[in-house]
């Protein structure tokens, strides 16, 4: 029985398939709609857990402001700063201080505005940020502040283009000094900035010939093995306050970042917008299983004749019933593949132009499809039921 309905299924569909396409338009624009978003949702949160991961795993960043925007700025830190945390704090096991400013750099007859960061002992084994090409400055030439830099991928490509900037001399305005190694890319960080667009120099250079001040905008903590996140910010603004002589009443005149946070903050707040966008794409499925009902319903009207004729000749009233079920299941299951082949190629191409990593979850297109298949049985339920309801004399003489 269930074979014959299928196979009468199928010529009722391709009987009409101009008709039969845009009944199930709606599933498909749907179960497309609802892949694509939570595809695109996925390989959204993914990028961004890659991006906070470049910043650094379990780092906190300190910086001496209470928030963001104007008057958020309160008393810069020193270099003694982070050297009091590295030594105090049992949670820290590296603390770098660092400074940052915009400057025009040049290298022959190429320019380009970019970052400037002053880097103290420890700031890239803070940011787990390794040299691609070259070396590190030396302890020595950190404490020293000797004229060396190393350049990001994005400077190093519009300074140098394909040639190797190391052993290369690049000017910060007045001041000269050697490239003695490239960064590795991190790419764009969670807020947008290219992380690969700076140059780095030992802060003591940094404050002595660029800045014109001792400051530290901030203070990179790796936080030590066997600690949480938690507990190094405990111990992190509970010193900070002594340090910075706050009273128990007053607020925070510094603010720690930890990049954890910083990716839970960012995930959980992806995956509602998905679950959000997913739940209204959902409607249209609701809109298709509609328009299956409506176009079922119109078919049980014009096979009325067709109807009388098979309860004539003894196919009973479940019969006809399984056979208009199976025709709805048909038209939104079909309508649930198209869609899902469809998600899969639309949600490759936006990937790409988003540059968001292409995660396909093959649970959710089948879940979509089934979900498809479904709507057809409940939709398809009324015209089914109305068929299978039909007088078969009355049937007959309907014209």
């Not at 380009?112 to 940011?127: E, K, N, P």
């Not at 079909?334 to 968001?356: C, E, H």
């Not at 339920?381 to 007959?396: E, G, M, N, S, V």
Request: hydrophobic share 50%; with cysteine.
């Amino acid at each position: 029985m269930w074979g014959n309905a299928l196979q009468e299924a199928w010529r009722s569909l391709f009987r009409n398939p101009l008709r039969s396409f845009l009944t199930v338009l709606g599933v498909v624009i749907g179960v497309a709609a609802v892949i694509v978003l939570v595809t695109l949702g996925r390989g959204a949160t993914l990028a961004v857990q890659q991006q906070i991961a470049a910043m650094g795993a379990n780092v906190l960043f300190i910086s001496p402001s209470r928030g963001f925007g104007p008057g958020s700025a309160t008393v810069p830190f020193r270099v003694e700063d982070a050297l009091f945390l590295e030594r105090e704090a049992a949670a820290i096991a590296i603390a770098a201080p660092a400074a940052v400013t915009s400057r025009t750099v040049v290298a022959g007859n190429q320019s380009t505005t970019t970052q400037v960061v002053g880097i103290g002992a420890g700031y890239l084994a803070a940011r787990q940020w390794p040299v691609a090409e070259g070396r590190e400055p030396t302890e020595g030439e950190l404490r020293a502040g000797a004229a060396v830099c190393l350049l990001g991928q994005t400077v190093a490509r519009t300074l140098f283009a394909e040639s190797s900037p190391v052993g290369e001399r690049v000017r910060i305005e007045k001041l000269s000094c050697e490239v003695i190694g490239v960064l590795e890319g991190k790419g764009q960080s969670a807020f947008g900035q290219d992380q690969d667009d700076l140059v780095m120099v030992p802060l003591r250079l940094y404050h002595r010939r660029i800045a014109g001040n001792t400051q530290v905008r901030m203070i990179i903590a790796s936080v030590a093995p066997g600690y949480t996140s938690s507990e190094a910010i405990a111990e992190v603004r509970a010193l900070l306050r002594e340090r910075r002589h706050l009273g128990p009443k007053e607020e925070d005149d510094f603010r720690i970042v930890d990049s954890r946070e910083i990716e839970r903050t960012f995930t959980t707040t992806t995956q509602m917008l998905t679950t959000l966008l997913s739940a209204v794409a959902a409607i249209s499925l609701l809109v298709g299983g509609i328009g299956i009902m409506n176009i079922m319903l119109v078919s049980v009207t014009e096979r009325t004749r067709e109807i009388g004729i098979r309860r004539a000749i003894g196919a009973r009233g479940r019969d006809v019933r399984v056979q208009f079920l199976v025709e709805a299941v048909v038209l939104s299951g079909s309508g649930g593949i198209i869609g899902a082949v469809l998600a899969v190629m639309v949600s490759r191409l936006a990937a790409q132009a988003l540059t968001f990593p292409f995660v396909l979850d093959y649970g959710i297109i089948a879940l979509a499809v089934l979900f498809s298949a479904a709507i057809g049985v409940v939709f398809g339920f009324l015209p089914a039921h109305r068929a299978a309801r039909l007088d078969p004399i009355a049937a007959l003489r309907q014209e």
